[in-house]
């Protein structure tokens, strides 16, 4: 059931809570693929209602970015929620989201100002943080599911749940990648089949670092160098690479503690990103 009102998706959820049901929900930008569906698929499997939003935020685009041209098919979006047996697919237009007069935002302070909020601008994570949390407001949810390749958004939003005490379990799911290891996304269909192949390069070289944590080192000059060289080889001059701590995001000289290592950069006109975890313990 598509519901493009704030008021229809409160009675819906008011009447399944009423009902003793408990409620997963899939926030999203749409176009799905099967790293949305697998978001969709554990919400399915752990809840009795599944409430999905499709919305693409115009505030967390910068004024140059991609919002425009942004990927949309909310047909095929529907269609393929309901066959993952979503009961509800919320598409608010912006204005149902941002009335004349909206005028909160959410901060967090740290988190945001690194790797994409320093490409993007920190303005980026206090609309997603805002936008989730408006979300969070509306659909009253018992658990939200986000996907580990936007892995500093769930840092985010999981200090935001914590910071101001919101009532909702954070569920985080794996990269879902294609077979040639590229992580799926929503704007791989805008690569043409020269950036597609040039893509692939970013998951080789985040394995390349991660095979040598793997064989034991624990530098991160070292290991950013063996990332590096990948990317060198494909042509690719990333926006950023970088190993950060895997809970602060404070910057890393060891990967002695989980550390994150994540990447971003403009393949062609398309911007993408990845990360890999590096378990201390791997
Ligand atoms: P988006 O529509 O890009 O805002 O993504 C909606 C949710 O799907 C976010 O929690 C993303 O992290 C998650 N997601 C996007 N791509 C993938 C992927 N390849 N694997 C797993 N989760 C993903």
Sequence with gaps: MVLRTISEVREAVRQARAAGQSIGFVPTMGAFHDGHLSLMRRAREENDIVVVSLFVNPTQFAP???LSTYP???ENDARAAAAKGVEILFVPESSEIYPDGFATSIHVAGLTEVLDGASRGAHHFDSVAT?????FGIVRPDVAYFGQKDAQQVLVVRRVVRDLDLD?????CPIVRETDGLAMSSRNVHLDPEARRQATALNRALDAAQAMHGGGERDSARILRAAQRVLDDAGIHPEYLELRDAETLDPVTSTRRDALLAVAAHIGTTRLIDNHLLKASS
């Design 64 to 66: 140059y970015e991609d």
């Design 168 to 172: 909702v379990r954070i569920e985080v």
């Design 131 to 135: 936008v989730v949390t408006k979300l």
């Design 72 to 74: 949309r098919d909310e």
